[in-house]
Protein backbone atom coordinates (compact mmCIF):
# COMPACT_ATOMS: atom_id res chain seq x y z
CA UNK A 1 0.00 0.00 0.00
CA UNK A 2 2.70 2.61 1.42
CA UNK A 3 4.51 1.23 -1.78
CA UNK A 4 2.00 1.65 -4.29
CA UNK A 5 0.75 5.45 -2.63
CA UNK A 6 5.10 6.34 -3.18
CA UNK A 7 5.18 4.76 -6.43
CA UNK A 8 1.92 7.10 -7.31
CA UNK A 9 3.55 10.30 -5.76
CA UNK A 10 7.05 10.10 -7.31
CA UNK A 11 5.12 9.35 -10.92
CA UNK A 12 3.12 12.26 -10.45
CA UNK A 13 5.55 14.33 -9.40
CA UNK A 14 8.30 14.39 -11.80
CA UNK A 15 8.17 12.76 -15.71
CA UNK A 16 10.06 9.19 -14.93
CA UNK A 17 11.72 9.96 -18.50
CA UNK A 18 13.72 13.27 -18.41
CA UNK A 19 15.28 14.39 -21.27
CA UNK A 20 19.27 14.09 -21.40
CA UNK A 21 21.32 17.18 -22.19
CA UNK A 22 22.92 14.59 -25.03
CA UNK A 23 21.29 11.96 -25.76
CA UNK A 24 24.51 9.75 -26.62
CA UNK A 25 25.21 9.89 -23.01
CA UNK A 26 21.77 7.23 -23.21
CA UNK A 27 24.09 4.16 -23.61
CA UNK A 28 27.03 4.49 -21.37
CA UNK A 29 29.45 1.85 -19.22
CA UNK A 30 29.99 2.97 -15.82
CA UNK A 31 32.70 1.35 -13.82
CA UNK A 32 31.27 1.34 -10.08
CA UNK A 33 33.07 -1.30 -7.87
CA UNK A 34 35.13 -3.59 -9.88
CA UNK A 35 32.76 -3.81 -12.76
CA UNK A 36 31.86 -1.88 -15.80
CA UNK A 37 27.69 -2.08 -16.00
CA UNK A 38 25.32 -0.30 -18.36
CA UNK A 39 24.54 2.99 -17.19
CA UNK A 40 20.69 1.78 -15.88
CA UNK A 41 22.75 -0.72 -13.75
CA UNK A 42 25.27 1.63 -12.52
CA UNK A 43 24.60 2.11 -8.27
CA UNK A 44 26.16 2.18 -5.06
CA UNK A 45 24.97 0.33 -1.94
CA UNK A 46 22.62 2.36 0.57
CA UNK A 47 25.57 1.53 2.74
CA UNK A 48 27.96 3.17 1.49
CA UNK A 49 29.67 6.10 2.23
CA UNK A 50 28.90 8.55 0.13
CA UNK A 51 24.94 7.80 0.55
CA UNK A 52 25.30 8.43 4.21
CA UNK A 53 27.66 11.11 4.75
CA UNK A 54 29.23 12.62 1.04
CA UNK A 55 31.98 10.71 2.58
CA UNK A 56 33.98 10.48 -0.84
CA UNK A 57 36.59 12.21 -2.62
CA UNK A 58 36.37 13.16 -6.49
CA UNK A 59 38.53 14.38 -9.49
CA UNK A 60 37.23 15.58 -12.89
CA UNK A 61 39.18 14.75 -15.73
CA UNK A 62 38.94 15.21 -19.51
CA UNK A 63 40.14 13.39 -22.49
CA UNK A 64 41.49 14.87 -25.72
CA UNK A 65 42.26 13.06 -28.71
CA UNK A 66 42.94 10.24 -27.00
CA UNK A 67 44.84 10.82 -23.96
CA UNK A 68 43.48 12.56 -20.56
CA UNK A 69 45.02 15.52 -19.31
CA UNK A 70 47.23 16.02 -16.51
CA UNK A 71 46.09 12.15 -15.57
CA UNK A 72 49.28 11.91 -13.18
CA UNK A 73 48.44 15.47 -11.17
CA UNK A 74 44.90 14.38 -10.89
CA UNK A 75 45.17 11.04 -9.69
CA UNK A 76 48.04 12.51 -6.82
CA UNK A 77 45.40 14.93 -5.75
CA UNK A 78 42.57 11.99 -5.46
CA UNK A 79 45.43 10.28 -3.42
CA UNK A 80 46.34 13.23 -1.16
CA UNK A 81 42.40 13.74 -0.59
CA UNK A 82 41.81 9.83 0.31
CA UNK A 83 44.66 10.42 2.62
CA UNK A 84 43.99 13.28 4.27
CA UNK A 85 39.94 11.48 5.15
CA UNK A 86 42.10 8.68 6.31
CA UNK A 87 40.39 5.96 3.83
CA UNK A 88 41.49 2.61 3.95
CA UNK A 89 42.01 -0.08 1.76
CA UNK A 90 42.47 2.18 -1.11
CA UNK A 91 42.64 0.68 -5.05
CA UNK A 92 46.33 1.31 -6.10
CA UNK A 93 47.28 3.81 -8.83
CA UNK A 94 47.59 1.25 -11.35
CA UNK A 95 44.26 -0.17 -10.66
CA UNK A 96 42.35 3.20 -10.71
CA UNK A 97 44.19 3.50 -14.19
CA UNK A 98 43.00 0.95 -15.58
CA UNK A 99 39.35 1.11 -14.36
CA UNK A 100 39.69 4.41 -16.40
CA UNK A 101 40.96 2.76 -19.37
CA UNK A 102 38.82 0.23 -19.60
CA UNK A 103 35.76 2.29 -18.78
CA UNK A 104 36.93 4.93 -22.17
CA UNK A 105 37.40 1.93 -23.99
CA UNK A 106 34.28 0.08 -23.42
CA UNK A 107 32.38 3.98 -24.74
CA UNK A 108 34.78 4.18 -27.87
CA UNK A 109 35.56 7.46 -25.71
CA UNK A 110 38.57 9.23 -27.45
CA UNK A 111 38.03 12.96 -27.43
CA UNK A 112 35.10 15.30 -26.16
CA UNK A 113 34.69 13.36 -22.83
CA UNK A 114 34.63 14.39 -19.11
CA UNK A 115 35.35 11.63 -16.77
CA UNK A 116 34.05 11.82 -13.21
CA UNK A 117 36.39 9.57 -10.71
CA UNK A 118 34.72 9.25 -7.86
CA UNK A 119 36.54 7.14 -4.68
CA UNK A 120 33.99 6.53 -2.00
CA UNK A 121 35.30 5.15 1.29
CA UNK A 122 33.21 2.30 0.94
CA UNK A 123 30.46 0.14 2.16
CA UNK A 124 29.28 0.18 5.64
CA UNK A 125 28.21 -2.97 7.82
CA UNK A 126 25.52 -0.22 9.35
CA UNK A 127 24.45 3.00 8.51
CA UNK A 128 26.43 5.38 10.73
CA UNK A 129 29.01 7.65 10.46
CA UNK A 130 31.66 6.16 12.21
CA UNK A 131 34.77 4.97 9.32
CA UNK A 132 35.38 2.05 11.44
CA UNK A 133 32.17 0.99 10.18
CA UNK A 134 33.66 1.18 6.40
CA UNK A 135 34.97 -2.99 6.24
CA UNK A 136 34.69 -3.19 2.69
CA UNK A 137 37.48 -0.99 0.95
CA UNK A 138 37.03 1.85 -0.86
CA UNK A 139 34.09 2.12 -4.04
CA UNK A 140 35.53 3.45 -6.92
CA UNK A 141 33.11 5.10 -9.63
CA UNK A 142 34.41 6.21 -13.34
CA UNK A 143 31.09 7.73 -14.82
CA UNK A 144 32.91 9.15 -18.07
CA UNK A 145 30.68 10.91 -20.33
CA UNK A 146 30.13 12.78 -23.49
CA UNK A 147 30.37 16.16 -22.93
CA UNK A 148 32.74 18.88 -24.43
CA UNK A 149 33.41 22.03 -22.24
CA UNK A 150 30.14 23.17 -20.84
CA UNK A 151 30.23 26.82 -20.97
CA UNK A 152 30.12 29.68 -23.41
CA UNK A 153 33.49 30.33 -23.48
CA UNK A 154 33.25 32.48 -26.72
CA UNK A 155 30.92 35.48 -25.80
CA UNK A 156 31.44 34.42 -21.73
CA UNK A 157 29.57 34.09 -18.94
CA UNK A 158 28.16 36.05 -15.68
CA UNK A 159 28.76 36.07 -12.10
CA UNK A 160 27.18 37.11 -9.16
CA UNK A 161 28.12 37.41 -5.64
CA UNK A 162 26.52 34.29 -3.30
CA UNK A 163 26.15 35.04 0.44
CA UNK A 164 27.33 31.39 1.61
CA UNK A 165 30.88 31.41 2.49
CA UNK A 166 33.79 28.93 0.78
CA UNK A 167 35.19 26.72 2.83
CA UNK A 168 38.39 27.89 5.02
CA UNK A 169 40.89 25.23 6.47
CA UNK A 170 39.07 26.55 10.08
CA UNK A 171 36.10 24.01 9.09
CA UNK A 172 36.79 22.02 6.14
CA UNK A 173 40.10 22.57 4.35
CA UNK A 174 39.53 23.31 0.35
CA UNK A 175 42.72 21.50 -0.25
CA UNK A 176 40.67 17.88 -0.28
CA UNK A 177 38.66 17.94 -3.00
CA UNK A 178 35.87 16.27 -0.97
CA UNK A 179 31.88 15.38 -2.29
CA UNK A 180 30.69 17.49 0.50
CA UNK A 181 29.31 19.52 -1.98
CA UNK A 182 26.49 21.49 -0.12
CA UNK A 183 27.91 25.07 0.28
CA UNK A 184 28.98 25.37 -3.39
CA UNK A 185 25.73 23.79 -4.73
CA UNK A 186 24.25 26.44 -2.10
CA UNK A 187 26.16 28.75 -3.75
CA UNK A 188 25.21 27.42 -7.11
CA UNK A 189 21.13 28.18 -6.11
CA UNK A 190 22.32 31.31 -5.64
CA UNK A 191 23.79 31.76 -8.93
CA UNK A 192 20.89 30.27 -10.94
CA UNK A 193 18.13 32.68 -8.90
CA UNK A 194 19.79 35.33 -10.01
CA UNK A 195 20.13 33.84 -13.61
CA UNK A 196 24.13 34.08 -13.94
CA UNK A 197 26.25 31.63 -15.47
CA UNK A 198 28.17 30.46 -11.83
CA UNK A 199 28.41 32.37 -8.28
CA UNK A 200 31.33 33.85 -7.00
CA UNK A 201 32.39 32.34 -3.33
CA UNK A 202 33.58 34.92 -0.35
CA UNK A 203 36.56 33.37 1.91
CA UNK A 204 35.58 33.51 5.58
CA UNK A 205 37.15 37.25 5.47
CA UNK A 206 35.11 38.32 2.59
CA UNK A 207 37.63 38.34 0.13
CA UNK A 208 36.79 35.97 -3.18
CA UNK A 209 38.23 32.76 -3.29
CA UNK A 210 36.55 31.14 -6.53
CA UNK A 211 33.11 30.06 -7.62
CA UNK A 212 30.96 27.22 -6.95
CA UNK A 213 32.46 25.39 -8.94
CA UNK A 214 35.91 27.14 -10.57
CA UNK A 215 39.06 28.80 -9.96
CA UNK A 216 39.26 32.46 -10.66
CA UNK A 217 40.82 35.15 -12.12
CA UNK A 218 41.22 38.75 -13.18
CA UNK A 219 43.46 41.33 -15.13
CA UNK A 220 44.20 45.02 -13.81
CA UNK A 221 46.35 47.46 -16.03
CA UNK A 222 48.14 43.77 -17.48
CA UNK A 223 48.66 42.32 -14.20
CA UNK A 224 47.11 38.97 -13.65
CA UNK A 225 45.85 37.77 -10.31
CA UNK A 226 44.24 35.11 -8.59
CA UNK A 227 43.30 34.29 -5.04
CA UNK A 228 45.98 32.36 -3.38
CA UNK A 229 44.57 28.28 -2.38
CA UNK A 230 43.78 29.14 0.86
CA UNK A 231 40.15 28.98 0.21
CA UNK A 232 39.61 27.98 -2.82
CA UNK A 233 40.53 24.25 -4.36
CA UNK A 234 44.27 24.39 -5.94
CA UNK A 235 42.92 23.31 -9.11
CA UNK A 236 44.98 21.56 -11.60
CA UNK A 237 43.55 24.15 -14.84
CA UNK A 238 44.76 26.85 -12.73
CA UNK A 239 48.05 25.83 -12.07
CA UNK A 240 48.32 25.29 -15.85
CA UNK A 241 47.10 28.40 -16.97
CA UNK A 242 49.46 30.18 -14.66
CA UNK A 243 52.32 28.30 -16.01
CA UNK A 244 51.02 29.28 -19.67
CA UNK A 245 50.70 32.99 -18.69
CA UNK A 246 54.27 32.93 -17.40
CA UNK A 247 55.47 31.70 -20.37
CA UNK A 248 53.44 34.32 -22.57
CA UNK A 249 55.72 36.59 -20.33
CA UNK A 250 52.41 37.95 -18.37
CA UNK A 251 53.26 38.80 -14.55
CA UNK A 252 50.76 36.82 -12.22
CA UNK A 253 50.51 37.32 -8.68
CA UNK A 254 48.63 35.26 -6.02
CA UNK A 255 47.04 37.49 -3.48
CA UNK A 256 43.96 38.11 -0.84
CA UNK A 257 41.66 39.91 -3.84
CA UNK A 258 38.42 41.85 -3.10
CA UNK A 259 35.47 41.90 -4.58
CA UNK A 260 35.77 45.40 -5.66
CA UNK A 261 38.63 44.41 -7.94
CA UNK A 262 36.85 42.20 -9.15
CA UNK A 263 33.68 44.69 -10.10
CA UNK A 264 37.11 47.49 -11.53
CA UNK A 265 38.71 44.69 -13.16
CA UNK A 266 39.51 44.89 -16.69
CA UNK A 267 39.44 41.15 -17.64
CA UNK A 268 37.62 38.14 -15.58
CA UNK A 269 38.19 34.65 -16.12
CA UNK A 270 37.42 31.43 -14.74
CA UNK A 271 39.44 27.60 -15.08
CA UNK A 272 38.29 24.50 -14.58
CA UNK A 273 38.45 20.88 -16.30
CA UNK A 274 34.50 20.66 -17.06
CA UNK A 275 34.59 24.22 -18.88
CA UNK A 276 38.49 25.16 -19.45
CA UNK A 277 39.40 29.01 -19.54
CA UNK A 278 36.20 31.01 -19.22
CA UNK A 279 35.74 34.46 -20.07
CA UNK A 280 33.12 36.28 -17.71
CA UNK A 281 31.91 39.36 -19.00
CA UNK A 282 29.60 40.36 -16.32
CA UNK A 283 29.97 40.61 -12.54
CA UNK A 284 26.96 41.26 -10.03
CA UNK A 285 25.28 43.08 -12.81
CA UNK A 286 28.74 45.57 -13.22
CA UNK A 287 30.33 44.79 -17.36
CA UNK A 288 33.68 43.96 -17.05
CA UNK A 289 35.80 45.98 -19.44
CA UNK A 290 33.81 46.67 -22.12
CA UNK A 291 31.44 43.04 -21.79
CA UNK A 292 33.41 41.67 -24.56
CA UNK A 293 36.41 39.09 -24.14
CA UNK A 294 39.54 40.49 -23.53
CA UNK A 295 42.71 40.31 -25.02
CA UNK A 296 44.78 38.79 -22.01
CA UNK A 297 42.23 35.96 -21.87
CA UNK A 298 41.60 35.65 -25.41
CA UNK A 299 45.80 35.12 -25.67
CA UNK A 300 45.72 32.58 -22.63
CA UNK A 301 42.40 30.59 -24.31
CA UNK A 302 44.84 29.95 -27.22
CA UNK A 303 47.97 29.81 -25.49
CA UNK A 304 45.45 26.72 -23.46
CA UNK A 305 44.34 25.27 -26.49
CA UNK A 306 47.73 24.79 -27.91
CA UNK A 307 48.68 23.03 -25.40
CA UNK A 308 46.03 20.35 -25.18
CA UNK A 309 46.61 20.09 -28.71
CA UNK A 310 50.44 19.55 -28.27
CA UNK A 311 50.31 17.57 -25.37
CA UNK A 312 48.27 15.07 -27.10
CA UNK A 313 51.22 13.99 -29.21
CA UNK A 314 53.12 11.27 -27.65
CA UNK A 315 56.17 12.91 -26.51
CA UNK A 316 54.46 14.92 -23.94
CA UNK A 317 54.63 13.70 -20.90
CA UNK A 318 51.58 15.62 -19.28
CA UNK A 319 49.41 12.69 -20.69
CA UNK A 320 49.03 9.17 -20.01
CA UNK A 321 48.45 7.51 -23.28
CA UNK A 322 45.94 4.47 -23.34
CA UNK A 323 44.61 3.11 -26.82
CA UNK A 324 42.09 1.19 -28.35
CA UNK A 325 43.59 -1.38 -29.39
CA UNK A 326 46.02 -2.32 -26.53
CA UNK A 327 44.97 -5.99 -25.96
CA UNK A 328 46.95 -5.62 -22.33
CA UNK A 329 44.39 -3.11 -21.04
CA UNK A 330 41.47 -4.62 -22.93
CA UNK A 331 41.53 -8.24 -21.36
CA UNK A 332 43.45 -8.02 -18.59
CA UNK A 333 41.61 -8.58 -15.23
CA UNK A 334 41.32 -6.25 -12.23
CA UNK A 335 42.44 -7.45 -8.97
CA UNK A 336 39.63 -7.33 -6.18
CA UNK A 337 39.62 -3.65 -4.87
CA UNK A 338 36.38 -3.90 -3.16
CA UNK A 339 35.60 -7.56 -1.34
CA UNK A 340 32.11 -6.98 -1.12
C1 LIG B 1 35.18 24.18 -6.34
C2 LIG B 1 36.08 23.91 -7.50
N1 LIG B 1 36.97 24.85 -7.86
C3 LIG B 1 37.78 24.69 -8.92
C4 LIG B 1 37.73 23.53 -9.68
C5 LIG B 1 38.63 23.38 -10.88
O1 LIG B 1 39.64 22.44 -10.64
P1 LIG B 1 40.42 21.75 -11.84
O2 LIG B 1 41.03 22.83 -12.64
O3 LIG B 1 41.45 20.89 -11.18
O4 LIG B 1 39.43 20.97 -12.62
C6 LIG B 1 36.84 22.51 -9.32
C7 LIG B 1 36.81 21.26 -10.07
O5 LIG B 1 36.42 20.22 -9.61
C8 LIG B 1 35.99 22.71 -8.20
O6 LIG B 1 35.11 21.77 -7.82
Given amino acids: MLRHHAWRTCYFIKSPHPKLPNPANEKLFVWVGNDIVPRQSAKVSVFDSVVQGGDAVWEGLRVYSGKIFKLEEHLDRLFDSAKALAFSNIPTREEVKEAIFKT ?44 PPVYDNTRGITLVTATTRRNSPNNLDSKIHHNNLLNNILAKIEGNNAQADDAIMLDKDGYVSETNATNIFLVKKGRILTPHADSCLPGITRATVMDLAMKENLVVDE ?86
Avoid at 113 to 142: E, W
Avoid at 257 to 272: M, N, P, Q, R, Y
Avoid at 291 to 302: D, W
Wanted: net charge positive; glycine share 8%.
Fill in 255 to 340: RRISLSEFHTADEVWTTGTLGELNPVIRVDGRMVGDGRVGPVTQRLQKAYKKFTVESASKKSPSFHIFSPINPILATSKLSQMHPS
Fill in 104 to 147: LISNGMFDNAHIRLTLTRGKKVTSGMNPSLNLYGCTLIVLAEWK
